[in-house]
T-cell receptor, first 114, second 115 residues
Framework: ETGVTQSPTHLIKTRGQQVTLRCSSQSGHNTVSWYQQALGQGPQFIFQYYREEENGRGNFPPRFSGLQFPNYSSELNVNALELDDSALYLC?????????????FGPGTRLTVT | AQSVSQHNHHVILSEAASLELGCNYSYGGTVNLFWYVQYPGQHLQLLLKYFSGDPLVKGIKGFEAEFIKSKFSFNLRKPSVQWSDTAEYFCAVTPLNTGFQKLVFGTGTRLLVSP
């Protein structure tokens, strides 16, 4: 088990609603990344936060946004939910200075949009 | 755009059989390479990683992988699988010139080991 925790475990929302997912980093890690894993697919990079700022983003629309707090925990917000947003959302933490860029994953939040 | 291909989507083996899972990536620059495993009901865990040095890397649970730069490949191997190796395996790369860590994953290979 890593020290990365995520909440909630499962969530059901209706199309058009907004959702907030939460992540606590492993101790000593200052970087948080978020990934979306659709059924039968590998995780896809959404964005990364370092020192409370977004420092990298994947191919996701602006309705996917995030925050990182001074204690390095993080939130992923998704507005105007669409059916295709149904997926497992993974949070991963790391030390940006780690040359091997090893990321430690949390258990994920399963989001279902109906 | 960077991409990672895993050619085997489903693999079924008997215990003690040898395993090789293919992984190829498309990216011309320097990358770090990873294999992650997801056991049923568990989170993604790192099996092994390569960032420089000996292209043959050893990971946990008897797994190893070989980086062949000329082939853009990073295949995962295990000489003798066990029932407990049943899991989904993901190959991933991180391009090093982006200024941030971004894992690009393949679609995964689901391995079933029968006792």
């Amino acid at each position: 088990e890593t020290g990365v925790t995520q909440s909630p475990t499962h969530l059901i929302k209706t199309r058009g609603q907004q959702v907030t997912l939460r992540c606590s980093s492993q101790s000593g890690h200052n970087t948080v990344s978020w990934y979306q894993q659709a059924l039968g697919q590998g995780p896809q990079f959404i964005f990364q936060y370092y020192r409370e700022e977004e420092n990298g983003r994947g191919n996701f629309p602006p309705r996917f946004s995030g925050l990182q707090f001074p204690n390095y925990s993080s939130e992923l917000n998704v507005n105007a939910l669409e059916l295709d947003d149904s997926a497992l959302y993974l949070c991963a933490s790391s030390r940006l200075a780690d040359i091997a860029n090893e990321q430690y994953f949390g258990p994920g939040t399963r989001l279902t949009v109906t | 755009a960077q991409s990672v291909s895993q050619h085997n989507h489903h693999v079924i083996l008997s215990e003690a059989a040898s395993l090789e899972l293919g992984c190829n990536y498309s990216y011309g620059g320097t990358v770090n390479l990873f294999w992650y495993v997801q056991y049923p009901g568990q989170h993604l865990q790192l099996l092994l990683k390569y960032f420089s040095g000996d292209p043959l890397v050893k990971g946990i649970k008897g797994f190893e992988a070989e980086f062949i730069k000329s082939k853009f490949s990073f295949n995962l191997r295990k000489p003798s699988v066990q029932w407990s190796d049943t899991a989904e395996y993901f190959c991933a790369v991180t391009p090093l010139n982006t200024g941030f860590q971004k894992l690009v994953f393949g679609t995964g290979t689901r391995l079933l080991v029968s006792p």
